[in-house]
Every structure is written in structure tokens, then in C-alpha cells.
């Protein structure tokens, strides 16, 4: 049980002291990895969207 103790506190310590850097570093990797897929995904999907409509729009006008 003492040998645990010796043998836990400090891992938890280094655990802790790398898990900071580490989420931000995760978080920065989200955010490169998100951003791109956002765009990727938004700008057709609105061109499918908006040219359609505007064509039907101009068609129900006249």
C-alpha cells in the first residue's frame, strides 16, 4: 500500500503537468482540423441551396 502511494502521487503529478499542454494542443488540432471541414462542408451547401431557389424565384416571376 506505502509502495502505491510512492508510486501513484508522483505519476499524478506528471499526468497533470503534461495534460494541460496537452488538451490545449488537442483543442488547437480540433479547431485546424474543424474549421476546414466547416468550409468544406457550408460553402457548396449553400450554393445547392441559394441557386435552385434564386432559378425557381426568377421563374415563378415571370
Do not use: D, K, S
Amino acid at each position: 500500500m506505502e509502495l502505491m502511494i510512492l508510486i501513484t502521487e508522483p505519476t499524478m503529478e506528471l499526468v497533470t503537468q503534461y495534460q494541460e499542454p496537452m488538451v490545449a494542443l488537442i483543442m488547437e488540432l480540433m479547431i485546424l482540423i474543424t474549421e476546414p471541414m466547416t468550409g468544406l462542408v457550408t460553402e457548396p451547401m449553400t450554393e445547392l441551396v441559394t441557386e435552385p431557389t434564386t432559378e425557381l424565384t426568377m421563374e415563378l416571376a415571370t
